[in-house]
């Protein structure tokens, strides 16, 4: 069995370490240096289980940029390229997944197309028509960052967009080289797999934001946020979990998968759906309003990151903050030790801890580290339980 995985993001690369543990895999990417990361078995993502698997697994795994040296008799192609919403148009940039199976066409190969991308309802009827084939389905991921592996060795769930014999055949590879026992598997048509991705996240996208505007009112009011959060969370329809207050949602999935669920009820009565892409807005302004109301001369935002233990920052809250911040002409200093470079977007990046600290009237801090505890006194924060 050889398997290609397209892509060694997150969910590329936590797939490509699970399945070759049994399997042969070639990983595909177009950036030489991760490339060779990965055949050195050191990790370019930040993610526990996947470094502790280079370090200690015999993995038959293969890194390549030839993408025809990894199709080439692959059982399953599998692609998970990323996807980035397109505001202007309102929908998914699939270039990069349409990219892959045009190659494979193109190959001409005995193969099934396993897409693990994020894409819009419809996208895999769109690819059957458009190309006139049938060996192609969608299986959605649903992995936290940094934890992408070990959500893999104990997925929530195996989701398969199709209902066949290559389907059963994807989920007993998934089940077959994960640890936990009695996953449960779901087989359903595409664009139901496809909506369980995009409604999947935005409820999470929900959760986030009800307690965010939860943690709002309590700030404005005056009222003890942890206290009303815990007892809010008793009720076991609620649950203690997913509840800490943030600066909004972010990251890879929920800020484009909300909006891409909204483009899709374009003609679909809602009022929901909206309002949570709006809520997030409305978050980062007011955590924007309650700096300002400070009246630093120097703001320090510490990590550009989501979360502890995380190296991604792609379109974290923070960065809708510091938006707010700029306007109103405030001077802005990053702390953030995955940037080498000195400047991030036109503003000045200081990786001397101490320095940073000491220049910085105000510290805003998404979630508390050790690091920072000795400045209680500039941080502002509205990270109550001190987790993710």
Do not use: W
Not at 133 to 149: D, H, Q, T, V, W
């Amino acid at each position: 069995m050889k398997i290609a995985v397209a892509g060694t993001g997150y969910v590329g690369l936590s797939l490509a370490t699970l399945l070759s543990q049994k399997y042969e895999v070639y990983a595909l990417d177009i950036i030489e240096e991760k490339v060779n990361m990965i055949n050195n078995r050191i990790s370019p993502i930040k993610d526990e289980y996947i470094e502790k698997f280079f370090k200690e697994k015999k993995l038959n795994l293969t890194a390549t940029l030839e993408y025809k040296e990894a199709f080439t008799n692959a059982n399953f192609v599998i692609i998970s390229t990323p996807t980035n919403y397109d505001a202007v148009n309102g929908y998914f940039d699939t270039s990069s997944v349409e990219d892959i199976i045009k190659k494979v066409i193109d190959m001409n190969i005995d193969t099934t197309i396993v897409i693990k991308s994020t894409i819009p309802i419809g996208f895999v009827d769109n690819m059957k028509k458009k190309y006139n084939i049938n060996n192609i389905m969608f299986s959605p991921e649903f992995l936290r960052e940094g934890k992408a592996l070990y959500d893999n060795l104990y997925p929530s769930r195996i989701i398969i967009g199709e209902k066949s014999k290559k389907a059963l055949e994807f989920a007993d590879l998934l089940k077959s080289t994960a640890l936990k026992e009695d996953i449960p598997v779901k087989f359903m048509d595409s664009k139901e797999a496809e909506s369980v991705k995009l409604f999947s996240n935005t409820f999470l996208a929900i959760r986030v934001s009800y307690f965010n505007e939860l943690d709002t009112y309590a700030e404005l009011k005056g009222l003890n946020t942890k206290d009303i959060i815990e007892g809010v969370c008793l009720d076991p329809r609620i649950g203690n979990y997913y509840n800490n207050p943030s600066f909004g949602y972010g990251g890879y999935c929920l800020p484009k998968d909300t909006k891409q669920l909204l483009a899709n009820y374009k003609d679909v009565p809602q009022n929901l759906i909206e309002a949570i892409v709006k809520s997030n807005d409305t978050r980062k302004s007011h955590i924007a309003e309650m700096v300002l109301k400070r009246k630093p001369k120097i703001v320090g935002i510490y990590r550009l990151t989501m979360k502890s233990n995380s190296d991604n920052f792609r379109d974290s809250a923070i960065q809708g903050v510091i938006e707010h911040l700029i306007s109103k002409n405030i001077k802005i200093i990053i702390y953030e030790p995955t940037l080498q470079e000195k400047e991030f977007n036109g503003l000045e990046v200081i990786n001397n801890l101490s320095l940073f600290k000491q220049k910085s009237n105000i510290i805003l801090a998404n979630r508390i580290d050790d690091d920072i505890n000795d400045v209680k006194e500039k941080i502002y924060t509205r990270d109550i339980f001190l987790t993710n």
